[in-house]
């Protein structure tokens, strides 16, 4: 009995230096404390080692299957009397701090380092019998107990509360149970991906902003994988720095700082080592807000990010989805009745936002027809402005706007026999969403698209006719008073001659 209270005592300073000590009564049960949990996580538990006052240390694992997770997970061996399961519970004792040496612990004991105690963990999590697992997280005997939790978001690394006896003033353990409990460490499983455009329609050549969200996770000693954030993008390209992928990181409540992400080969993904957040030293971080920021230019109608976290142990995914708007223009002439108006081919237009002019991109179907223009930048003069032309549907579709912009068709050049419609043509626009199954190899996602439509409309008035001058008639007129004349000088001249004789 004096060496199991030799260890309870040893275990128990181990309770004090990681908090003040929660207590019960073990008839009633005890409630082991789990701190760092959200408000909807739920618990079960499993015990590990418990009280064996016939063994050398104490404690024994409650299976053999336990006892082997530990053993191999710690290296123990076997030592002159000491078996390696009663060993592995030495390396364990050793590991607290202060209790390096106590009475009765065999010599060349090696600690048990925290990548090996979390590898015991894992494996004990791993296996398929010898664990018996109870719901909640209430024990009414001492011992080390495995805590689960679940918490919908979240994903927690393996780990284990120590529940003692309480002593009395006379230092005689009582039936009254304590612990310091234990701090979860856990991941965001969730990864959030946001973009500063407002909505989900963007304009072809805008610069937005992404915005990265999780939580830094608490990466197990044993976990030799690197904690690290892919993005991958089509339809934009990643603004660079000299050349240079250049993210903002920021985490907790410290300021944000540049990195340099690792572009691959074509620039369409970059991947960000964050190691330094999240291991070794970076340890201390673990459950804080993580935000990651960078800069894209819109190139195509659709743009396609995924975000995808990983640090070995767990991984999350989640896309986010920008689109261009289309307008369509339609150019009629201006008939008294809509439904007898024609449409007209050829005319002319320039696309105006504020006080620049966009510039486009023809767009052909096979047969070189130009059946719409993309969107391809901005000019401040009409002059250098892309002049857009209606078919023979009296139609012309422009693409890659963006609805939250006001837009006008202004007229340049009319068709032929009608004049130019100096009055501005608006875009109005019509917003509409659809569910889109997209599959790539084995794997189909559906999201959801955004379809924003602008029309607009222009009628032209034909040209007046106008009065003709130097007309054939004027030569008729003439040609008459000739004939008129010489015919009255012929009659003049005949009469004379009668006059004489």
């Known amino acids: 009995m004096k060496k199991v209270k030799r260890i309870l005592a040893m275990l128990m300073a181990m309770a004090m230096v990681l908090g003040m000590a929660v207590t019960a009564s073990a008839a009633e049960g005890f409630d082991i404390p789990v701190y760092n949990v959200g408000d909807g996580a739920t618990f079960r538990h499993a015990q590990l080692i418990e ?12 299976s053999t299957e336990i006892a082997n997770a530990y053993t191999g997970a710690l290296s123990a061996t076997a030592t002159g009397t000491t078996t390696v399961e009663q060993m592995a519970i030495w390396k364990l004792i050793k590991s607290i701090p202060g209790q390096e040496t106590v009475p009765g ?11 090996e105690i979390a590898a015991a963990l894992r494996a004990v999590k791993n296996l398929s019998t010898g664990v018996v697992w109870y719901d909640a997280k209430t024990v009414t005997a001492p011992g080390v107990y495995y805590i689960d939790v679940e918490e919908e978001g979240y994903d927690y ?14 230092g005689v353990p009582t039936d009254v149970l ?66 240079k992928m250049m993210v903002n990181v920021k985490v907790g409540e410290s300021a944000a700082v540049p990195m ?56 999350a995914s989640t896309d986010n989805y920008l689109f261009a708007g289309t307008a369509t223009l339609t150019k009629t002439d201006d008939a008294a009745n809509e439904a007898d108006r024609k449409p007209l081919a050829n005319a002319q237009f ?14 052909k179907d096979n047969n070189n ?30 693409m890659g706007l963006d609805n939250s912009e006001e837009y006008q068709f202004v007229e340049v050049v009319a068709p032929n026999g009608y004049s130019v419609n100096e009055t501005p043509a608006e875009i109005i626009w019509d917003v509409t969403t659809k569910q889109v199954d997209e599959t790539v190899g084995d794997v189909t996602t559906t999201y959801t698209k955004t379809i924003a439509t602008g029309t607009a409309s222009m009628a032209d008035t034909a040209l007046a006719a106008l009065p003709a001058t130097g007309g054939i008639g004027t030569y008729i007129f003439t040609i008459a008073g000739i004939i008129i004349m010489a015919a009255a000088a012929g009659f003049f001249f005949v009469s004379r001659r009668k006059a004489n004789r």
Not at 369 to 398: H, I, M, P, Q, R
Request: without cysteine.
């Open 178 to 243: 304590t612990s310091a409990g234990v701090q979860a460490k856990k991941e965001d499983s969730d990864v959030q991906k946001e973009n500063n455009n407002g909505d989900a329609v963007t304009e072809i050549g805008r610069e937005v902003t992404y915005t990265i969200k999780t939580i830094v996770p608490f990466i197990a000693y044993d976990n030799t994988s690197d904690y690290v954030i892919t993005d991958t993008i089509s339809g934009a390209a990643y603004k660079l720095t000299d050349n």
């Open 369 to 398: 027809n130009v059946t719409g223009y993309e969107l391809s930048g901005w000019v401040d003069s009409k002059d250098t402005a892309t002049k857009v032309t209606t078919g023979s549907d009296g139609k012309v579709t422009v």
């Open 260 to 315: 340099e992400a690792t572009l691959n080969t074509d620039k369409t993904s970059f991947s960000l080592n964050l190691n330094a957040y999240a291991k070794a030293d970076g340890r201390g971080y673990a459950g804080q807000d993580l935000v990651i920021t960078y800069t894209a230019i819109v190139t195509d109608m659709e743009v396609h990010n995924n975000v995808t976290t990983n640090s070995g142990d767990h991984s």
């Open 157 to 170: 690394n393996p780990m284990a509360a120590y529940v003692s006896f309480q002593y009395n003033a006379g």
């Open 51 to 62: 009280v064996d006052p016939t063994t050398e240390t104490g404690w024994k694992f409650s």
């Open 350 to 363: 320039v696309i105006k936002k504020g006080e620049q002019f966009a510039t486009f991109t023809e767009i």
């Open 105 to 115: 612990m065999p010599a060349g004991v090696t600690a048990a380092t925290d990548g």
